[in-house]
């Protein structure tokens, strides 16, 4: 078993800090702690490193990131980086939005799903281990929807930015893509993407309050 980080304890308490919430009972971590309590139990039992990256709980390989565990509105959730290559024959992963190439995740809602979930967990992560050994890469298509290049950054630097942006509906996604593309100066759509980044992390839309 990895030994675990104590930077991953502190964000089952206090949160992953990305939104005003943070600390509070209202953080959506508290809402699905027992869940990730016992899915980072069977993530570390997997011999992938604990860290924590852009505030989330982040598992990596030999450098590599496998997998992100994170908290949302509606479930908890396991994030394969490279989902999209994983055979799925349970058929329980989902892709965190419409216009995701990499990322799918396995969603849970109930400590009791986690528990029912315990063998496939256990075999998908080490499908993502072997598929980082064998140096597997995925293919990007060109996204339909023009991405900003700010944006497109944003999410390489941040994969949890990402994963919050494509777990919004399509239409919210459409929204924000058009409002940051439509500003003429790059700094001024940097601006515009930092300061939705709180309202985006809490699943909302621009027009959402």
């Not at 965190?96 to 063998?119: F, K, M």
Request: glycine residues 8%; contains cysteine.
């Amino acid at each position: 078993m990895t030994e675990t980080n104590p930077k991953v304890d502190t964000y089952l308490i206090e949160g992953c800090g990305r939104c005003p919430l943070v600390g509070t009972p209202q953080c959506k971590v508290h809402s699905w702690e027992e869940e990730l309590v016992e899915l980072r139990r069977i993530i570390l039992e997997s011999g992938l490193t604990e860290e924590l990256k852009w505030g989330m709980p982040t598992y990596t390989w030999d450098g590599s990131n496998v997998l992100i565990l994170a908290a949302f509105k509606e479930y908890s959730s396991v994030g394969f980086f490279k989902g999209v290559l994983l055979k799925d024959p349970a058929g329980i992963l989902a892709s965190p939005g419409a216009n995701s190439q990499a990322v799918r995740q396995i969603r849970v809602t109930s400590l009791e799903q986690v528990e029912e979930l315990e063998p496939v967990i256990r075999a998908y992560l080490q499908e993502a281990i072997e598929i980082e050994k064998a140096g597997l890469k995925v293919e990007f298509r060109k996204n339909p929807e023009p991405v900003p290049d700010e944006l497109q950054q944003k999410f390489d630097e941040d994969p949890a930015f990402e994963a919050a942006f494509l777990a919004l509906t399509p239409g919210r996604q459409r929204g924000y893509i058009l409002y940051f593309s439509s500003a003429k100066q790059s700094a001024t759509r940097v601006s515009r993407i930092e300061k939705y980044l709180p309202q985006i992390f809490e699943g909302k839309g621009m027009q959402d309050r």
